[in-house]
């Protein structure tokens, strides 16, 4: 939901540190690798309960997501760099929650799993909508240029970068922000689940109807 708000106010700056990174050499895919790293450290620290050093790993983490595509424009960008940002992307965001469990299972392990599986609702209705929206030659560019459809929802990448940083921020009021951030997450497959049924049920409709004209 706040993606496409935020996006424009980021592009310049985010373009601004990327140029000399690509100067230099650096590339994307270095830079989505090292975004990864750091988010995984940031789960590891939270294991061990040590919240804030998980909140600024986190926090690089994600700045360094949002680098790594102002690399790629400066250079070119690539499929598999597409593919790498939005796949390591979900195994952070699931890492942390899964990190969460285990710091205090007793308090914090159902929530988690609820949330965790919240996750799979929003990540199979954004990859399968991208999916069949390439096959219809789709494309949106509201949220700066992607490598695959992106389908928005009430809960983006945004949104869940703020949930997890105020759950380390917050640790003792871990369960409350993953159920409330799951259900938000349910709303959001829900609504793209109706997207889908609108927009490729028409699309369904439309084809149908040729067939039967050109027969």
């Given amino acids: 939901m706040l993606d496409a708000f935020i996006r424009p106010h980021i592009e310049k700056p985010l373009a601004a540190i990327a140029r000399p990174m ?33 909140l600024a790993a986190l926090i690089i983490s994600r700045l360094l997501d949002g680098l790594d595509g102002a690399v790629a424009r400066q250079t070119r960008a690539s499929d598999l760099g597409g593919y790498l940002d939005i796949t390591l992307d979900f195994i952070v965001y699931a890492s942390v929650v899964f990190a969460f469990a285990l710091a205090d299972p007793a308090r914090n392990a159902l929530a988690a799993a609820f949330l965790t599986t919240s996750f799979m609702a929003t990540a199979s209705t ?6 069949f929206a390439a096959k219809h030659g789709m494309s949106s560019d509201i949220r700066g240029s992607k490598s695959l459809y992106y ?15 105020l759950m380390c921020v917050f640790p003792s009021w871990f369960a409350v922000i993953a159920v409330v951030f799951a259900v938000l997450c349910w709303i959001t497959g829900g609504t ?4 889908a049924v609108q927009t490729f049920g028409a699309l369904d409709t439309a084809g149908a109807a040729e067939g039967e004209t050109a027969g």
């Fill in 22 to 54: 690509a100067a230099v050499g650096v590339t994307a895919n270095a830079v989505t690798a090292l975004g990864f790293a750091l988010g995984m450290a940031a789960a590891a620290l939270i294991t061990s309960e040590i919240y804030w050093g998980a």
């Fill in 126 to 131: 954004f990859l399968a909508y991208a999916v």
């Fill in 151 to 165: 389908l928005g929802g009430l809960t983006e990448g945004t949104e869940t970068i703020l949930a997890l940083c």
């Fill in 192 to 195: 793209r689940i109706a997207a």
